[in-house]
């Protein structure tokens, strides 16, 4: 019998290259790289806009990555700074014209993986997929908070 914390971590990891492998192949047409997918989704659903600190805690990446993320979208004028109180972590990035067209187009793509990925399921099956899938990592959270002596260890 095969041992849960092995199947569960190899299928974890499987499942996260694959969501890799998909974002670069999907971003190639953009000229983007699969890092830059998460800042155009979030600044997608977030008309105001964003300010650096904000969108590393969504992301889940350090502020330096997301820092050089941003850069990159504005070079290909894709994300917009407002000035702010001059705080480089709290001005606010918005999606230009340009990358609200990009967000469209990577909703669609992801879209699609989902529907791949999720393709055997029926609704019913889903909705507790996704449950489930939420419960474990609130454990795990929960349980790793425990043993850094209740200090977060968020990004």
Known sequence: MENRFEKFTRDIARIYRSIQRIKSAEMTEF???????????????????????RLAQECGEDKAAISRTLTDLKNSALVEEYCGDGKKYRNPFRLTEKGQAVARAIEEKAANAVEAGG????????????????????????????LSGGQDESV
């Open 119 to 146: 393709s055997f399921m029926t609704e019913d099956e889903r909705t507790v997929f996704y449950s489930v899938l939420a419960g474990i990592a609130d454990s795990l959270e929960k349980y790793l908070k425990e």
């Open 31 to 53: 000229h983007l790289r699969g890092q830059h997918v998460m800042c155009i989704f979030y600044l997608a659903r977030t008309p105001e806009g964003l300010s650096a600190t």
